[in-house]
């Protein structure tokens, strides 16, 4: 929220506008997500794939790290851009303004923050230590600036704050003027954010103590709570992992634990705040890069790097649209790479040729299993998803094509000749009137060709439909199995039959 409101308003320049237009972000961030509840809109959500929030994360993380540069270097005049040419560039154009004490307390407070999340996270019942580090940061921090005062004049820090708590804001939300399009936009992104954070910290500690999570319920209540929030002076929350992390080792099993971390914070805001004073800046910008760090997934990057190349490319496109053009494009292109991938699964489905196992009656792809052989005169396809208007075309094409470099390959080994096409429907579980029509031609193309089509396999909703559309009468009755073996072997027996 922050990137996306400073790229149009200064919070220095202009604090009032800035928290209204934080305070109607929220606002419709909440209204967003609660109407993704109510509606039964839950699945938008699972668009972004978790290759795509990989390298989306992972590219957040690392300009929210460089933008607190400004705090751990000492840095006076910075950006307010979000991007990493013109934040590097206004790092090192004011070098001038680089304070040695600063760098060195950040970097020793950075070191040890980093190290008791290491320590953590190899050992989980030490937990508390990294959940310790930040408090216990701040308070040494702030006792060394008050100590050495005069020695340390050049750290910056927070200054004077108020105490009690924020005023009620419900008459700072515009839904005016040339910045209401800002709002939204900020809304929706920082709503889809939030959400696909708490849905994944709900659904993970839900396997762990295995329950259920509502997903569209988790959206009413999140939803409805920024809402509040937004009248309250607060900005888009959700779910945390880490406090929730911290509660589930500590082993609380209720929402009491919130309850008394919200009566901790509120005495905090009623009676300490003043204690903050001398809390220098570079501890807060050490504290949010240790948790921008934890964003950063290498383990699932590489994962992806050998699982699946798409889903890698995918990672790397979210990755870099976050880190050189915005944050709302970044997401927007993840969103776009989850739905461009869904699209190509669909139009282009894999087809697979089949063998042999011999001495069984398993019949598996040829290119995975070196032990599976043709079957003489048999030519059988493997179709690896439901047919639909949006591939058929394809699909046929497709066929066709293995038809000619099957005939091909026969002919330039002196092999008889191709005689039947078996299509395996097992994978296809559904099919519409153009897919129906895919086969009709398909089978008086090949019958054309002297060629046998055969279907195998196809499940109870396709079978449903090929007999209602009296496609099977082109078969005659005959072109149907249940299993691809059982057609092998029938169609060669009446082969052998023939004089």
Known sequence: MGTMLSEAVSYTAEPALYLKLAFTSTFFAGL???SLGFLRLGFIIDFLSKATLVGFMAGAAIIVSLQQLKGLLG????TSK??????LSSVFNHRN???WQTITIGIIFLALLLTTRHISSRRPR??????AAPLTSVILSTILVVCLKSKLHDIQTIGQLPKGLNPPSARMLLFTGGHLALTIKTGITTGVLSLTEGIAVGRTF???KNYQVNGNKEMVAIGLMNIAGSCSSCYITTGSFSRSAVNYNAGAQSGVSNIIMAGAVLITLLFLMPLFRYTPNLILAAIIITAAVGLIDYGAAYKLWKVDKLDFVACLCSFFGVLFISVALGLAIAVGISVFKILLNVTRPNTVSLG??????IYQNRSRYTQAVRVPSFLILGIEAPIYFANSTYLQERILRWIREEEQWLASNDICDLRCVILDMTAVTAIDTSGLDMISELRKMLDNRSLKLVLANPVGSVMEKLHKSNVLELFHFEGLYLTVGEAV???????????
Request: charged residues 10%; proline residues 7%.
């Open 97 to 99: 303004e680089w304070s």
């Open 75 to 78: 840095i006076v005049h910075f």
């Open 126 to 131: 030490l937990f508390w230590i990294s959940a």
């Open 356 to 361: 042999n196992i011999p001495g069984t009656q």
């Open 206 to 208: 839900a396997a762990l």
């Open 32 to 34: 967003f997500q609660a």
């Open 82 to 87: 979000m991007q990493i040419i013109p934040v």
């Open 489 to 499: 072997s029938d169609i060669s027996s009446s082969w052998k039959d023939q004089p």
